[in-house]
T-cell receptor, first 115, second 112 residues
Framework: DTEVTQTPKHLVMGMTNKKSLKCEQHMGHRAMYWYKQKAKKPPELMFV???????INESVPSRFSPECPNSSLLNLHLHALQPEDSALYLC??????????????FGDGTRLSIL | KQEVTQIPAALSVPEGENLVLNCSFTDSAIYNLQWFRQDPGKGLTSLLL?????REQTSGRLNASLDKSSGRSTLYIAASQPGDSATYLCSPSDNYGQNFVFGPGTRLSVLP
């Protein structure tokens, strides 16, 4: 079991649906991240939150909308996605952004399929 | 922009062999380098973190070395076991210690 919990584990949605991915950690970490990972490729950074504020947006399309309601929760709201958005979405957290002594802790991801 | 390569892309070995996985990166202005393991359909698990001032780190049967000036790191796995089968990714940080870039990974299969 990982210390970063992601729900749901699997999600199938149509291109007109609206859904949300959820990520939760209780390690007191103040930095949280969303990554997108396609099959047999490394994770690609999407967003970084530091102390509940968005600090990095890697030019992600607006159909992906992140939200950090509190220091333990991170959401990714999805709307009007495209088939190429099908991927494994990983959430991670760390003590702080740029803290070289502390690694990122990853959840097991949400496997997203867009029909 | 940091470019990361890993060699080999895939490796299949019998149980008990000692292995070396290689990671190369183009920008040597890093603060640390991490090695991760990813099992199929799972997230990444941090194995070792080497700070730029260090040359190696050890954890059990794993040993990672870092040659920052030449842009290289190696992960040595001693006495491999079937449970070591996974994809291994390296991640050099930027100059602020942020590990946002990952290599393409080495897919390791250890046969019983």
């Amino acid at each position: 079991d990982t210390e970063v919990t992601q729900t749901p584990k699997h999600l199938v949605m149509g291109m007109t649906n609206k859904k949300s991915l959820k990520c939760e950690q209780h390690m007191g970490h103040r930095a949280m991240y969303w990554y997108k990972q396609k099959a047999k490729k490394p994770p690609e950074l999407m967003f970084v939150y530091s102390y509940e504020k968005l600090s990095i947006n890697e030019s992600v399309p607006s159909r992906f909308s992140p939200e950090c309601p509190n220091s333990s929760l991170l959401n990714l709201h999805l709307h009007a996605l495209q088939p190429e958005d099908s991927a494994l979405y990983l959430c991670a957290s760390s003590q702080d952004v740029g803290n070289s002594n502390q690694p990122q802790h990853f959840g097991d991801g949400t496997r997203l399929s867009i029909l | 922009k940091q470019e990361v390569t890993q060699i080999p892309a895939a490796l299949s070995v019998p149980e008990g062999e000692n292995l070396v996985l290689n990671c190369s990166f183009t920008d040597s202005a890093i603060y640390n380098l991490q090695w991760f393991r990813q099992d199929p359909g799972k997230g990444l698990t941090s194995l070792l973190l080497i700070q730029s001032s260090q040359r190696e780190q050890t954890s059990g049967r794993l040993n990672a070395s870092l040659d920052k000036s030449s842009g290289r790191s190696t992960l040595y796995i001693a006495a491999s076991q079937p449970g070591d089968s996974a994809t291994y990714l390296c991640s050099p940080s930027d100059n602020y210690g942020q590990n946002f870039v990952f290599g393409p990974g080495t897919r390791l299969s250890v046969l019983p």
